[in-house]
């Protein structure tokens, strides 16, 4: 039965902020600033949708009969997503079953992002990692000896699920670098033993855990790459590239 109006459960405060949080402050169907600046005071431009309808009418009872629920409670933060109000207004009137399915998608994917994000405090990395990140971020462009690696692990190693651009990027990240990173942990490793093994060990652990959750090869590459860049003080998206396709390499991602 339907729930009428009066009972609805208006978002908490700290909910709307979970979800605005989600959608990183954009309306994740057409980009648009879910937050506006007016005479130094912010304005909150977004609706709190649900996604399955918190008072579905008959034909919409009807219409998503055999459609996938995000929750069994129609407020709770499973069914419920931060949108435009125009964005909202289009998703309502009328309810679609292709638009359902596809604001499932949009919210399925958000989750998978954000709970990849919340695993970042838990899965440290040792911060001597840093010192080759740092002389990686500095590197002038003038290319190093190619090396010609008979096999690239990243051959043996990939299925169907590696994006064919990534799987190049990652040779090429193997053929400039790998030698030199592997060097350069050799160099830790003389200052402070074992501390290659621990970051390689640390690497594995996250990756296992990325596979354990579902992600295939394209998305646990990113997922590393987010991971690292946002683990190491430089921040860099190419160097955090560069360090997975070395640990693709050496055996700690996909094996
Ligand atoms: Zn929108």
């Not at 399955?52 to 069994?72: A, G, I, Q, T």
């Not at 911060?127 to 043996?156: H, Q, R, T, Y």
Request: charged share 30%.
């Amino acid at each position: 039965m339907a729930k009428s109006d009066s009972k609805r459960k208006k978002p908490s405060e700290n909910m709307g902020l979970v979800l605005f949080d989600e959608v990183s402050g954009v309306c994740p169907k057409c980009t648009k600033p879910l937050m506006k600046k007016n005479n130094n005071q912010f304005i909150k431009i977004f609706e709190i949708a649900h996604i399955y309808p918190n008072s579905p009418l008959p034909h919409e009872v009807e219409l998503l009969k055999d459609e996938e629920r995000l929750s069994e409670d129609i407020d709770h933060e499973n069914n419920l997503i931060a949108l435009c109000r125009d964005c909202h207004k289009i998703f309502d009137n009328p309810r679609t079953a292709e638009g359902y399915r596809e604001m499932v998608a949009v919210k399925k994917e958000l989750q998978r992002l954000s709970n990849l994000k919340k695993g970042w405090f838990d899965n440290v990395v040792d911060e001597e990692i840093n010192k080759i990140v740092a002389s990686l971020a500095s590197f002038p462009g003038d290319a190093f000896e190619e090396l010609s690696l008979e096999a690239l692990m990243v051959d043996a190693k990939s299925d169907e699920t590696l994006n064919g651009l990534v799987k190049l990027k990652i040779k090429n990240n193997i053929k400039y670098f790998y030698s030199d990173i592997k060097y350069k942990f050799s160099e830790l490793d003389r200052a402070k033993p074992y501390t290659s093994d621990t970051i390689y060990s640390q690497v594995k652990t996250y990756y296992l855990k990325l596979k354990r959750q579902g992600l295939d090869q394209t998305q646990i590459f990113s997922a590393l790459t987010d991971w690292l860049k946002n683990s190491t003080d430089s921040k860099n998206t190419e160097v955090s590239e560069i360090m997975v396709s070395f640990f693709v390499q050496n055996c700690e991602v996909y094996s």
